[in-house]
């Protein structure tokens, strides 16, 4: 008898029994909370959007790991499917793969091992949060991430700018707004509470939360961190310098950083130089502290300091593992009121902390009631001290610290809030809806200090005008009455003065004012910058808001329509001629013949006629016509259009990129982050182009016939948001390197609220031409951790799970029980539940081998998988069920 057959069936009956005899769901439970409690334990973590957002902090983290030992991890909510690829033709899901790859080593150089992707997707470049939390929603990311920092257990979370500042990502900025909210809700044992209950997590407070980056002049060399001021005095910003030596010899952290950002070879970033040789000028990683749980220094600036009371202990400070917040009943104080501080101490979970006290010391003049001594406080208890603080009558208005000194027979330690004294009557620009969104968050989220993170501005025409909505507030707790002076910039008119009555307590009116540019002269765009003025409340208050000029334009209509064929017949185009020779972002031209570029406009019969000349030295990489995409890599033309001039985002616009010529010799176009992308053939019908690309070359010429049919929404005639862009690219890498354009702010492309505005002469829209956009197109394709062989396999490392989404209970999920290989084939063994399944086959070095997807049904299966390039050792398995529970595991290959 052949017992093969009975050996090979034994591994199979002891699965079967073991699944049965795990179907009571509290064994189940169980097994969950240990795997849960055997789960990776990080130090630190990292909170990003696409890979590369941590590439400028490497050197901390890799110092850190150094000093220290910290383990810190990456959270990437997205893997960057939309970016751009220097590297090759991959798109979509397939760039996701490789940008993972990539990241994942880029961090290891830093001493990073865990790279956690959540598996949202990054759509397109956007400068809009609201967008954003469209196409991820909110819950279930918010939930995927507080789940990564409930299996992680960090101690430190550095993060991003959540802020809508000028060309800020829009996915950046959530990423930023959904970390800090994690903070909070991974400590609520109210929040995800199917986390605790059906997957054995716990509840986690995160010690200390910073996001990148500091408001203020950033000076370079050793001295940096000690040598900064910020522009807030309340922040409390630490400066990490980057020359300090690694543990490579005879290298700084500022080139290993470098050689980690190198590795992002599709985003371009291989060519980057070589980082300073003198001390003076290389820089420091710069963090601004958001909250802390954690009593810290004051006075350290190194660094270690980050790492104070969190992962380290504060020199001659209180034990590590004690817990101390303060924290103001409310933000914003008029002169002369009170405020109920609370100080919260928590001991040690190992020891008690003796005879505690808490002090205030406050500015002077200001004055505090209450009893901080809280005398013994037991391991892993807390205890609470209140205070009532006053503010002095005639207090200047601004930001200010409450330091509390906490001293014990432990040692001694210190934490602060901050509150900010306001007058009793505010008058403020009306912001913009972006920045009344993100200052609503702030409040909500419980980080007030963030919300005036954006100067308040606002754009209007160049000789234009516009209405100017001021925001009145009442802070005080009277009734008031007044009136609001505008003294406009040199160059503008402004209505003198807006009275208000009866404005109540804790009340907000809207005034209206008018503001025009009588200076037309004056420089738009970045160029101009912002035109300051100043609000003034009778008496009480002043402010500075910005306003800022963008350029305007008349299109005319022409007698017949042009001819598009790349030359400008005589009488074609009657209309000014517009400049696209400012930069907005990149290198700075070097000359006319460099980069420069105008334009002409003009329409006939519903139809838009644009003809663009381009002045380049150098021409970039050709791309073939099927890679006619992602145009800002190489030589191309963008011109964007906002029907009615009032979009917030690009998803209401059109936005049509040109190549001069691609290596068929003809030109091609496509839509590109905004209502409708794709290939121009798709997205514009009736779209006509052609060039003409000079020999020897010295640039080309575009012109283009657009129906405004394809724009999403009727025109306005009188208000239509127009920019054209131009980008430059003097190499073969597919890399662009200057970006030139008509109404030019950094991030521009992404922005309509900063194009410039045009008025088409005599046009009427179509009757029966739909006002209102269409619904934004999203292009939310992303890859799952479940196909991603580099996170199945941190995944069985660690236990984290994938795409932070619940693990699947043992009687709901599928493993691997056994591989074997015969030739060029591994066929795996995997027992479970009915979900999707891909099986992953690598060599000993991880290198991939094969992989394939299939469909599950409940109990045993064999998955035949083909292999090529190597000899199979593991093999893997990503498993989601119908509900979206996932599972990972790993066999050894097998052979015969």
């Given at each position: 008898?052949?017992?093969?057959?009975?050996?090979?069936?034994?591994?199979?009956?002891?699965a079967?029994?073991?699944?049965?005899?795990?179907?009571?769901?509290?064994?189940?439970?169980?097994?969950?909370?240990?795997?849960?409690?055997?789960?990776?334990?990080?130090d630190?973590?990292?909170?990003?959007?696409?890979?590369?957002?941590?590439?400028?902090?490497?050197?901390?983290?890799g110092?850190?790991?150094?000093?220290?030992?910290?383990?810190?991890?990456?959270?990437?909510?997205?893997?960057?499917?939309?970016?751009?690829?220097?590297?090759?033709?991959?798109?979509?899901?397939?760039?996701?793969q490789?940008?993972?790859?990539?990241?994942?080593?880029?961090?290891?150089?830093?001493?990073?091992?865990?790279?956690?992707?959540?598996?949202?997707?990054d759509?397109?470049?956007?400068?809009?949060?609201?967008?954003?939390?469209q196409?991820?929603?909110?819950?279930?990311?918010?939930?995927?991430?507080?789940?990564?920092?409930?299996?992680?257990?960090?101690?430190?979370?550095?993060?991003?700018?959540?802020?809508?500042?000028?060309?800020?990502?829009?996915?950046?900025?959530?990423?930023?707004?959904?970390?800090i909210?994690?903070?909070r809700?991974?400590?609520?044992?109210n929040?995800?509470?199917?986390?605790?209950?059906?997957?054995?997590?716990?509840?986690?407070?995160?010690?200390?939360?910073?996001?990148?980056?500091?408001?203020?002049?950033?000076?370079?060399?050793?001295?940096?961190?000690?040598?900064?001021?910020?522009?807030?005095?309340?922040?409390?910003?630490?400066g990490?310098?980057?020359?300090?030596p690694?543990t490579?010899?005879?290298r700084?952290?500022?080139?290993?950083?470098?050689?980690?950002?190198r590795?992002?070879?599709?985003?371009?970033?291989?060519?980057?130089?070589?980082?300073?040789?003198?001390?003076?000028?290389?820089?420091?990683?710069?963090?601004?502290?958001?909250?802390?749980?954690?009593?810290?220094?004051?006075?350290?600036?190194?660094?270690?300091?980050?790492?104070?009371?969190?992962?380290?202990?504060?020199?001659?400070?209180?034990?590590?593992?004690?817990?101390?917040?303060?924290?103001?009943?409310?933000?914003?104080?008029?002169?002369?009121?009170?405020?109920?501080?609370?100080?919260?101490?928590?001991?040690?979970?190992?020891?008690?902390?003796?005879?505690?006290?808490?002090k205030?010391?406050?500015?002077?003049?200001?004055?505090?009631?209450?009893?901080?001594?809280l005398?013994?406080?037991?391991?892993?208890?807390?205890?609470?001290?209140?205070?009532?603080?006053t503010?002095?009558?005639?207090?200047k208005?601004?930001?200010?610290?409450?330091?509390?000194?906490?001293?014990?027979?432990?040692?001694?330690?210190?934490?602060?809030?901050?509150?900010?004294?306001?007058?009793?009557?505010?008058?403020?620009?009306?912001?913009?809806?972006?920045?009344?969104?993100?200052?609503?968050?702030?409040?909500?989220?419980?980080?007030?200090?963030?919300?005036?993170l954006?100067?308040?501005?606002?754009?209007?025409?160049?000789?234009?005008?516009?209405?100017?909505?001021?925001?009145?507030?009442?802070?005080g707790?009277?009734?008031?009455?007044?009136?609001?002076?505008?003294?406009p910039?040199?160059?503008?008119?402004?209505?003198?003065?807006?009275?208000?009555?009866?404005?109540?307590?804790?009340?907000?009116?809207?005034?209206?004012?008018?503001?025009?540019?009588?200076?037309?002269?004056?420089?738009?765009?970045?160029?101009?910058?912002?035109?300051?003025?100043?609000?003034?409340?009778?008496?009480?208050?002043?402010?500075?808001p910005?306003?800022?000029?963008v350029?305007?334009?008349?299109?005319?209509?022409?007698?017949?329509?042009?001819?598009v064929?790349?030359?400008?017949?005589?009488?074609?185009?009657?209309?000014?001629?517009?400049?696209?020779?400012?930069?907005?972002?990149?290198?700075?031209?070097?000359?006319?013949?460099?980069?420069?570029?105008?334009?002409?406009?003009?329409?006939?019969?519903?139809?838009?006629?644009a003809?663009?000349?381009?002045?380049?030295?150098?021409?970039?990489?050709?791309?073939?016509?099927?890679?006619?995409?992602?145009?800002?890599?190489?030589?191309?033309?963008?011109?964007?259009?906002?029907?009615?001039?009032?979009?917030?985002?690009?998803?209401?616009?059109?936005?049509l990129?040109?190549?001069?010529?691609?290596?068929?010799?003809?030109?091609?176009?496509?839509?590109?982050?905004?209502?409708?992308?794709?290939?121009?053939?798709?997205?514009?019908?009736?779209?006509?182009?052609?060039?003409?690309?000079?020999?020897?070359?010295?640039?080309?010429?575009?012109?283009?016939?657009?129906?405004?049919?394809?724009?999403?929404?009727?025109l306005?005639?009188?208000?239509?948001?127009?920019?054209?862009?131009?980008?430059?690219?003097?190499?073969?890498?597919?890399?662009g390197?200057?970006?030139?354009?008509?109404?030019?702010?950094?991030?521009?492309?992404?922005?309509?609220?900063?194009?410039g505005?045009?008025?088409?002469?005599?046009?009427?829209?179509?009757?029966?031409?739909?006002v209102?956009?269409?619904?934004?197109?999203?292009?939310?394709?992303?890859?799952?951790?479940?196909?991603?062989?580099?996170?199945?396999?941190?995944?069985?490392?660690?236990?984290?799970?994938?795409g932070?989404?619940?693990?699947?209970?043992?009687?709901?999920?599928?493993?691997?029980?056994?591989?074997?290989?015969?030739?060029?084939?591994?066929?795996?063994?995997?027992?479970?539940?009915?979900?999707?399944?891909?099986?992953?086959?690598?060599n000993?070095?991880?290198?991939?081998?094969?992989?394939?997807?299939?469909?599950?049904?409940?109990?045993?299966?064999?998955?035949?998988v083909?292999?090529?390039?190597?000899?199979?050792?593991?093999?893997?398995?990503g498993?989601?069920?119908?509900?979206?529970?996932?599972?990972?595991?790993?066999?050894r290959?097998?052979?015969?």
């Open positions: 008898m052949d017992r093969r057959w009975l050996t090979g069936l034994l591994p199979v009956a002891a079967l029994i073991t699944l049965v005899a795990l179907e009571s769901p509290a064994t189940a439970v169980d097994e969950q909370a240990e795997a849960a409690r055997r789960a990776v334990d990080l630190a973590l990292f909170v990003g959007a696409h890979p590369d957002d941590e590439a400028f902090s490497l050197s901390t983290f110092q850190w790991h150094a000093d220290h030992k910290v383990r810190a991890g990456v959270v990437t909510i997205t893997r960057g499917e939309g970016g751009g690829n220097a590297a090759g033709p991959e798109e979509g899901p397939a760039l996701g490789l940008r993972e790859a990539e990241e994942r080593r880029a961090v290891r150089r830093a001493g990073i091992t865990e790279v956690l992707n959540l598996d949202e997707a759509f397109y470049y956007t400068v809009s949060s609201p967008l954003t939390e196409g991820w929603q909110h819950q279930d990311v918010l939930g995927k991430l507080v789940r990564a920092i409930r299996q992680t257990r960090p101690e430190l979370v550095v993060t991003m700018d959540p802020a809508p500042t000028p060309g800020n990502h829009g996915n950046h900025q959530y990423a930023a707004r959904l970390a909210e994690a903070y809700v991974a400590a609520d044992p929040a995800y509470p199917e986390q605790l209950r059906e997957e054995g997590l716990r509840p986690w407070a995160v010690k200390r939360l910073l996001t990148g980056g500091a408001r203020g002049e950033r000076p370079s060399g050793p001295d940096c961190a000690a040598k900064f001021v910020p522009v807030e005095a309340s922040d409390r910003v630490y990490v310098w980057d020359g300090r690694s490579v010899p005879g700084s952290w500022a080139q290993e950083e470098r050689s980690a950002q590795e992002y070879v599709t985003q371009g970033w291989a060519g980057f130089p070589d980082v300073p040789t003198d001390p003076k000028e290389i820089g420091c990683d710069w963090f601004t502290q958001v909250a802390s749980r954690v009593p810290f220094s004051p006075t350290a600036n190194g660094p270690d300091a980050p790492l104070h009371g969190a992962l380290i202990p504060t020199p001659g400070g209180l034990p590590l593992g004690t817990g101390a917040v303060a924290e103001a009943g409310r933000f914003n104080l008029v002169a002369g009121s009170s405020v109920p501080v609370k100080v919260t101490v928590t001991a040690p979970e190992e020891r008690p902390l003796t005879r505690v006290e808490a205030l010391t406050l500015p002077a003049g200001w004055q505090a009631t209450g009893y901080g001594r005398g013994t406080v037991h391991s892993g208890r807390s205890a609470t001290a209140e205070f009532t603080v503010v002095p009558a005639g207090t208005p601004g930001r200010v610290r409450i330091p509390v000194e906490l001293s014990s027979g432990n040692g001694s330690g210190y934490v602060e809030t901050v509150v900010a004294v306001v007058p009793e009557l505010t008058a403020e620009q009306q912001p913009l809806p972006q920045v009344a969104q993100f200052r609503d968050w702030a409040v909500r989220s419980g980080v007030p200090a963030l919300a005036d954006v100067p308040p501005v606002l754009t209007l025409p160049s000789g234009g005008d516009r209405e100017l909505p001021i925001l009145v507030r009442n802070n707790s009277a009734t008031r009455s007044g009136t609001v002076t505008i003294t910039p040199t160059g503008f008119s402004a209505t003198a003065s807006l009275p208000f009555t009866g404005l109540a307590a804790g009340a907000t009116t809207t005034l209206s004012g008018k503001v025009t540019n009588t200076d037309t002269a004056l420089r738009t765009g970045m160029q101009g910058g912002d035109y300051k003025y100043t609000l003034s409340v009778t008496g009480v208050s002043s402010s500075t910005a306003l800022e000029l350029p305007r334009t008349t299109i005319p209509k022409a007698a017949s329509a042009p001819t064929d790349g030359v400008a017949a005589p009488g074609e185009y009657s209309g000014p001629e517009l400049d696209l020779s400012t930069r907005w972002e990149g290198d700075e031209c070097v000359s006319a013949a460099d980069c420069s570029a105008k334009a002409k406009l003009t329409w006939h019969n519903d139809t838009l006629y003809l663009v000349t381009v002045a380049d030295d150098k021409q970039g990489s050709v791309l073939d016509a099927a890679d006619c995409k992602r145009h800002w890599r190489t030589d191309s033309l963008e011109l964007a259009i906002d029907p009615r001039g009032k979009s917030e985002n690009t998803a209401s616009t059109l936005k990129a040109v190549f001069p010529t691609t290596t068929a010799g003809t030109p091609c176009a496509a839509r590109d982050a905004d209502n409708f992308q794709g290939p121009a053939a798709d997205t514009v019908p009736g779209l006509q182009v052609a060039s003409k690309v000079s020999s020897p070359y010295t640039g080309y010429t575009i012109e283009l016939a657009l129906p405004l049919a394809a724009v999403p929404g009727a306005d005639p009188a208000k239509v948001g127009l920019n054209l862009f131009v980008y430059d690219s003097d190499t073969q890498d597919k890399i390197q200057t970006r030139l354009g008509w109404s030019t702010w950094g991030g521009v492309q992404g922005d309509p609220y900063r194009w505005h045009a008025v088409l002469d005599g046009y009427t829209p179509p009757a029966g031409r739909p209102e956009p269409p619904p934004a197109r999203l292009p939310l394709i992303a890859l799952s951790s479940v196909d991603s062989a580099q996170s199945v396999e941190q995944s069985v490392r660690t236990g984290i799970s994938l932070g989404k619940p693990i699947a209970p043992v009687w709901d999920s599928a493993r691997l029980l056994s591989a074997r290989a015969h030739g060029d084939t591994v066929t795996a063994r995997v027992l479970g539940a009915s979900g999707r399944a891909t099986v992953f086959v690598v000993q070095d991880g290198k991939l081998l094969g992989r394939k997807t299939v469909e599950l049904s409940h109990g045993f299966s064999e998955i035949t083909p292999v090529t390039g190597g000899r199979p050792a593991e093999v893997l398995l498993f989601e069920t119908p509900e979206g529970k996932v599972a990972a595991s790993r066999v290959a097998g052979s015969g």
